[in-house]
């Protein structure tokens, strides 16, 4: 910005220096002037001019109000807003008259009442009284245009931005107007509900109430809602977000704004997902295993002095199973008293994301200004970070090119195979322009272990570390692994020896309560300790239970996939005491020393790992880290190429669709997104096999059989069959496919 | 609808001519499945060709009869009696406008101005325009489509 | 009879037929203009100040200037030709095409080369079945004479759209879209179709190009109301007239003649009771001003317009508030529902004159109608909305008895005699009249 030319503009009799081309509307509030506006929303691409509410008097241009939202500020440009205009007082006076004629006028009943942009424009520029006398449109309402949204569109005042945002940044193209002039109308194609990673954001872009969550139907007005800025937790984006409480309980989720990271967009499971905090299941008390009548509740106290009794009992032979969605605070807290307390070294950890990225790291924001971006790997990128998904759309509008390595992708490669797609793509011409591009990105979404070691070795070979417009992703699959693996490896420096008989395995989280091979250490384990949220993954298998909490009742801090370090905030009560403070607790019983302060915890750690950031650096909107130097690493193991299927059967990839887990499962809005029971096939092996999508398949391997219905994917790679991880089971390998 | 495609430098220009190819499929309207066909043949979204086709008053989004009857009814035919001519239509086929026959045989539809302002009343039956209809005429052109 | 230009010699010939066309010197200056640099053809239409025949009466030349060069812009050039005739009144482009289709391609082709354009589009309303048809042939006709040449002609039928008229809606149909006006700047000339640099030209404008070439500029200008109405219009007649119909004349001819030398004068022995222009969206004059002029700017001193140049001629058996309505519910059906001025304003306005018809208004509703029409002008997105409200206004102004006689008698004066009486307005998509009953969900 500092290198483009400045210009003077007058408004309102207001002088104000800005950079060429800026917007008028923000040339004005820069001067401290409002452009009121209601189409106009820059995220959603050019200016369209529609709703008319921005109409101003320019000098020198004919004389009639001009839509100030596609003027752009030049040299001695002089405008005149509603303030100093008589022509633009009443033209926006106008506008507001046209907009209120068919509006319901129901404010009272309307959730959007007291944030609602309709509301206060008209209040600030609007008649007092209405003149329209007659029959005003009526439509039935609300309507659903999906579970999870409402659709009122007597409140509808037809400024597009909904169906733009559809159109032209989710690309889904789903909401759309249909009729036409007073007759338009927002719908869905044949009312099916409104299906994508991203239609929530329709809700926040509504400028009046006619988008609304269902969530909170009837439970908020805006003015009571106390808003918590934190950050998601449910993917390793980590979007920057408010959430909304009242009296403790969470009401809704908004996005908040971090240009460098979401740009202010984010995803039905970050937006809609937080009410499995109320979920009918959710463990509120300490839960001990009783035999023959499985678990009971118990006192803090007591649940605490049976912890203490496991620990000392396993006699330094425990295993910690982590989730990757602890806080940076709490899987230190754990480690440390795991580890320093007890000597115990062994643990289960998130997938390795590697340090070496940290040679190539980038805002996300730096996909929308590459040339070329080669996302490598076996899942799509909304499944794994949906926002990285968004910029990857914003930056093929702007006309970068974009290679899909992957079973889904442009080129082609089996599964699990992305370590040797990153070596093939070394020698090949995609390869050189990647090594001379200078606004090159590279994406890892998951296809086999090490991914963050390959990855670094690809960008570190293509010469990214000396390019500043280059950069190098890896997509986890949990929202903190990183953070996590940090802290545990911060709390000692001590080996783990592995193959004893384990005493106790702690399994911390969720995510490793679901983790089939978690469970089957546990075969392994004299005793279990679970922390989870919910009493459906803790039976069956615990000795002792202990609540969890979720991402949205913590203080702390968690490390994105940029590497971005970032504030939680507790934005709800949780029904029982946070992990770290009890984990403090039990600390202190083994004599190690542990703060239950996230705050305290997180110097402490930071010391270690951060470089000594506080929480004051951090801040609301966390910078990113600068970039780490380069050192080249040891050639990358190679990995096992998993074997191709043999004798006709299909190789199964199993994915974690973006709609599936703990959380979204106890969401009912979020139902309708989770995929049904199917196997995707590639066409070609679809017609071989003479199946058509929505037939029921039978699908074998290893002795389990499933049905599951055949839908078939134009861009699957033949000889792979693709299946929900939910829906898989225990298939694995080759899959045999019959009708 | 492909090769319909081709004719432009993108794609989607071709949504308008491969709807009303899918409207002359589909018995002169657009069903659910037309618009998913138009969109699997353009790579577009069935939301989308449908909003695209409900902007415009010659796809017709409900069922209509197998012959279409349209009678101008703007200023310059009604300044000439179009509204005669409409309800001699309506009188011969017995609905009024917007409607369909029992038969399935005729839709009569008013419409907006078609472009034959000095030659009123202008009547288009399945796009052909009649110039200079006169109420008294209705009758026979009737009995003309009835006769096929 | 004045000297025809853009329907030379189809008086006499079946210029649909190429040879005959060809007969009469057709394609002889595309040949010439192909060997004469652009810019001398676009000097050539400056002298002739060639005039946009759309209704806007921009200079032909200098919207061909404003074409960036490919060294400037570096995509594809496009013409589009404006065939989506629509506003009612109008019927000009439909007889060019029907009659002189090789002279509407030759002036494309020539205008392609003039901007420098490989592509040109012509985009025919949905409802010209038979012109589409008769150009079709034409086309294959010229193509298969190796008349085009490297450059391509796109037929593209509209589907019912007004809108589609305007040339910014035109090319969001074009690209397959709703066709709803673009937000300006950017202009098409810079950024048209595909976001590249487009002319766009009505058919009549393109159609005079050929004729004006073999005239000369110089020799074009002298035609008609010089210097800025030169040459001649295709006059469309029709309303209560004896002989409605396309007139080819100069312009600069008065109503007055229109009316009563060439179209037959008023049939039944009915008095003028009012005259609109150029097309149903131009201000009225009332009867005592048809001696003025059919050009630019005698018309302009009167506050109305040329437009298209179509006469519609009223008696007095109209009633004004049914022409005011019926106009209104006409505009209202073609808002494209983009911008707020015009798609509720349009509708606010048939409801207002619903109730002034139907005796139930006030008379501050009918200072209200006029406020609500200066509300909508020059608010809008495009000139849709114009072209509603300047014409209910003029009505008021000029006949404000008969409004005021509405309201003060509680119903139409005409009681059922007038012309106009049960008018009927089209139903919508979904078989629902538009303001009476509506809100049916798609």
């Known amino acids: 910005m500092s290198t483009a030319e400045l210009v003077t503009v007058t408004i309102d009799e207001r002088s104000v220096q800005v950079p060429k081309g800026t917007g008028l509307v923000e040339t004005a509030a820069m001067a401290g002037i409002e452009i009121p506006v209601f189409c106009y929303e820059p995220r959603l691409g050019a200016a369209v001019g529609a709703c008319r509410m921005c109409l101003v008097e320019v000098e020198g241009m004919p004389p009639k109000p001009q839509a100030g939202c596609t003027l752009s500020a030049q040299e001695g440009m002089v405008v005149k807003t509603a303030r100093t205009s008589e022509l633009a007082r009443s033209a926006q006076n106008a506008t507001l008259e046209f907009i209120l004629v068919n509006h319901p006028l129901d404010c009272p009943v309307c959730d959007k009442g007291g944030e609602c942009p309709l509301q206060d424009l008209t209040f600030r520029y609007g008649p007092g009284r209405t003149r329209m006398t007659f029959e005003k449109r009526t439509f039935e309402k609300p309507i659903p245009i999906s579970p999870a949204i409402s659709l009122d569109r007597e409140r509808c005042i037809l400024c597009y931005r909904c169906t733009r945002f559809s159109e032209s940044v989710s690309e889904d193209g789903q909401l759309v107007a249909v009729n036409r002039g007073a007759q338009s109308l927002i719908a869905t194609f044949e009312d099916e509900p409104y299906t994508g990673p991203f239609t929530g954001n329709v809700t926040e872009l509504c400028p009046v109430g006619a988008l609304l969550p269902t969530q909170p139907r009837f439970e908020i007005r805006p003015w009571e809602l106390q808003s918590v800025p934190t950050v998601c937790g449910l993917c390793p984006v980590g979007c920057n977000i408010d959430v909304n409480q009242r009296e403790g309980k969470v009401k809704r989720i908004l996005s908040r704004n971090h240009p460098e990271l979401d740009e202010g967009w984010l995803c039905d499971k970050g937006r809609f997902g937080f009410s499995h905090l109320y979920a009918q299941d959710r463990i509120t008390d300490p839960l001990r295993r009783v035999r023959r009548r499985g678990l009971e509740e118990l006192s803090w106290a007591d649940a605490l002095d049976e912890a203490e009794r496991l620990l000392r009992a396993a006699e330094g032979r425990i295993a910690v199973a982590l989730s990757g969605s602890e806080t940076n605070e709490h899987a230190y807290g754990l480690a440390k008293l795991i580890r320093r307390g007890l000597a115990s070294h062994s643990a289960v950890l998130p997938e390795e994301t590697g340090a070496g990225l940290d040679a190539f790291r980038a805002p996300l924001a730096a996909i929308r200004d590459a040339e070329l971006v080669v996302v490598l790997g076996d899942d799509p990128v909304a499944e794994r970070a949906p926002i990285a998904d968004l910029w990857l759309r914003k930056a093929r509008r702007a006309g970068a090119e974009i290679v899909e390595l992957g079973p889904l992708g442009d080129l082609q490669v089996a599964p699990g195979t992305t370590a040797q797609a990153c070596r093939k793509l070394l020698r090949s011409e995609l390869g050189s322009r990647l090594r001379t591009s200078e606004r090159a990105i590279l994406i890892w979404s998951g296809g086999g272990a090490g991914g963050g070691s390959h990855l670094a070795a690809l960008a570190g070979e293509l010469g990214f570390a000396a390019k500043p417009g280059c950069a190098a992703f890896l997509l986890p699959e949990t929202a903190n692994g990183r953070g996590v693996a940090e802290a545990w490896a911060a709390a000692s420096d001590e080996e783990g020896a592995e193959d004893q008989p384990l005493g106790l395995l702690i399994v911390s989280g969720d995510e490793a309560a679901a983790n089939p091979n978690v469970r089957a250490l546990a075969e392994r384990a004299e005793s279990v300790l679970a922390i989870t949220m919910f009493h459906t993954l803790a039976v069956g298998w615990s000795d002792l239970v202990l609540p969890g909490t979720s991402y949205l009742e913590r203080d702390g801090t968690y490390v994105n996939l940029e590497g971005r370090i970032q504030r939680l905030r507790r934005a709800a009560i949780p029904p029982a005491p946070d992990e770290l403070a009890w984990i403090a607790e039990l600390a202190a019983r083994f004599q190690v020393e542990l703060s239950p302060h996230p705050s305290l915890v997180f110097s402490e750690l930071s010391e270690r790992v951060f470089g000594g950031v506080t929480y004051e650096d951090l801040g609301e909107q966390a910078r990113l880290p600068e970039r780490a130097p380069f050192a080249a690493t040891a050639e990358s193991p190679d990995e096992p190429v998993p074997a191709e299927a043999a004798g006709g059967g299909l190789q199964l990839l199993r994915y974690r669709p973006l709609f599936s887990g703990a959380a979204v499962e106890r969401v009912p809005e979020l139902q309708f997104q989770r995929p049904p029971p199917q196997i995707e096939l590639s066409a070609e092996d679809a017609s071989r096999l003479g199946v058509s999508s929505g037939q029921p398949l039978s699908v074998r391997s290893n002795g389990t059989s499933l049905e599951l219905k055949a839908a078939v994917n134009r861009h699957l790679r033949p000889g792979t069959a693709r299946i929900a991880e939910e829906h898989a089971r225990r298939l694995h390998g080759s899959v045999e496919v019959s009708p | 609808m492909r090769a319909l495609a081709a004719s432009y430098p993108d794609s989607r220009s071709a949504v308008l001519p491969a709807l009303r190819l899918a409207q002359e499929r589909h018995q002169g309207w657009l069903p659910p499945e037309a618009f998913r066909e138009v969109g699997e043949a353009l790579e577009l979204t069935p939301a989308y060709c449908k909003s695209v086709a409900s902007f415009y008053d010659m796809l017709h989004l409900q069922p209509v009869g197998r012959r279409l009857v349209e009678v101008c009814t703007n200023i310059c035919c009604g300044l000439r009696g179009a509204q005669e001519v409409l309800r001699a239509f309506e009188d011969e086929l017995g609905v009024a406008p917007g409607e369909t026959t029992d038969d399935g045989e005729f839709t009569l539809r008013a419409v907006e101005c078609i472009g034959g302002c000095g030659w009123p009343t202008v009547v288009a039956i399945d796009d052909r325009h009649r110039l200079n209809v006169g109420a008294d005429e209705v009758a026979g052109i009737v009995a003309e489509l009835r006769r096929g | 009879m004045a000297e025809l230009i853009v329907l030379a010699g189809a008086q006499d010939r079946d210029l649909t037929q190429l040879a005959e066309y060809r007969a009469v010197g057709g394609y002889v200056q595309l040949e010439r203009a192909r060997a004469l640099a652009p810019t001398s053809v676009i000097e050539e239409l400056n002298t002739a100040n060639l005039r946009g025949r759309g209704g806007a009466f921009f200079p032909t030349g200098k919207k061909m200037q404003f074409i960036p060069s490919r060294e400037q812009i570096d995509k594809p050039h496009y013409v589009c030709v404006n065939a989506d005739e629509s506003e009612p009144g109008t019927f000009k482009d439909r007889e060019i095409m029907q009659r002189v289709p090789h002279r509407l391609l030759e002036g494309c082709l020539i205008a392609a080369h003039a901007i420098d354009a490989q592509h040109v589009f012509i985009y025919i309303r949905g409802e010209y079945l038979a012109e589409f048809e008769l150009l079709k042939t034409a086309l294959d006709d010229a193509r298969e004479a190796g008349l085009l ?294």
């Open chain 3, 149 to 442: 040449g490297e450059t391509v002609i796109v037929l593209h039928r509209g589907a019912g759209a007004y809108i589609c008229g305007e040339e910014s809606g035109l090319l969001e149909s074009l690209e397959g879209k709703r066709g709803q006006p673009r937000s300006r700047p950017p202009f098409p000339a810079s950024s048209g179709l595909y976001a590249s640099p487009t002319l766009i030209n009505n058919v009549e404008t393109i159609a005079t190009i050929p004729k004006v070439l073999e005239l000369g500029g110089a020799e074009y200008a002298r035609l008609g109301a010089p210097p800025d109405s030169t040459g001649t219009r295709l006059f469309c007649v029709s309303g209560n007239v004896v002989k409605g119909g396309n007139y080819e004349l100069p312009m600069g001819i008065t109503i007055r003649e229109v009316i009563y030398d060439l179209a037959g004068g008023i049939p039944e022995g009915r008095e003028l009771k009012a005259v609109i222009p150029g097309g149903s969206s131009m201000p009225i004059l009332s009867a005592d001003q048809i001696d003025v002029p059919l050009e630019h700017d005698a018309l302009r001193a009167l506050d109305t317009f040329l437009g298209a140049a179509a006469v519609i001629v009223i008696d007095d058996r109209a009633c004004m508030v049914q022409l005011g309505l019926r106009v209104a519910q006409f505009y209202m059906h073609e808002s494209c529902g983009k911008c707020t001025p015009c798609r509720e304003g349009t509708r606010w306005l048939v409801q207002l004159l619903e109730a002034i018809e139907a005796g139930q208004a006030t008379h501050s509703q009918l200072e209200l109608l006029l406020d609500v029409c200066d509300r909508i002008l020059g608010k809008c997105l495009c000139p849709l909305g114009d072209a509603a409200a300047m014409p209910v206004a003029s009505y008021v102004v000029k006949f404000r008895e008969e409004f005021r006689a509405h309201v003060d008698q509680g119903r139409c004066p005409f009681g059922g005699a007038s012309s106009l009486e049960g008018l009927f307005a089209p139903v919508d998509q979904h078989g629902q009249h538009p303001v009476l009953a509506e809100g049916v969900p798609a």
